[in-house]
Nanobody, 123 residues
Framework: QVQLVESGGGLVQAGGSLRLSCAAS????????MGWFRQAPGKEREFVAA????????WYTDSVKGRFTISRDNAKNTVYLQMSSLKPEDTAVYYC????????????????WGQGTQVTVSS
């Protein structure tokens, strides 16, 4: 049984920081690319960041470049999203996802998804 479990979401003031974690089980984590996506109320789910199995390839959506950092610890089967300089437009449910191939910005190519964790940024 494959499971992805996000944690670390919560309420933070604009300009603050938050660190999300996603713990994976039931898959070959070190061979998987991982991604973070988010969905705000009334909007489509959108790509945030992705990372290859070796951490050699890392992609971010333009709106978070310079503020968010994706990383992974293969020994712990965990991927992280460090979020800094948060602003209200970052408010959303954040999801982690995995796939056996290369990292991608496309939602449809990911095989497994977590349950999501709420991030709320107040102004």
């Amino acid at each position: 049984q494959v499971q992805l479990v996000e944690s670390g979401g919560g309420l933070v003031q604009a300009g603050g920081s938050l660190r999300l974690s996603c713990a994976a089980s039931g898959l070959s984590f070190s061979n998987c690319a991982m991604g973070w996506f988010r969905q705000a109320p009334g909007k489509e789910r959108e790509f945030v960041a992705a990372i290859s199995w070796s951490s050699f390839t890392i992609w971010y959506t333009d709106s978070v470049k310079g503020r968010f950092t994706i990383s992974r610890d293969n020994a712990k089967n965990t991927v992280y999203l460090q979020m800094s300089s948060l602003k209200p437009e970052d408010t959303a449910v954040y999801y982690c996802a995995s796939r056996s191939g290369a990292p991608s910005r496309a939602l449809g190519v990911y095989d497994y998804w977590g349950q999501g964790t709420q991030v709320t940024v107040s102004s």
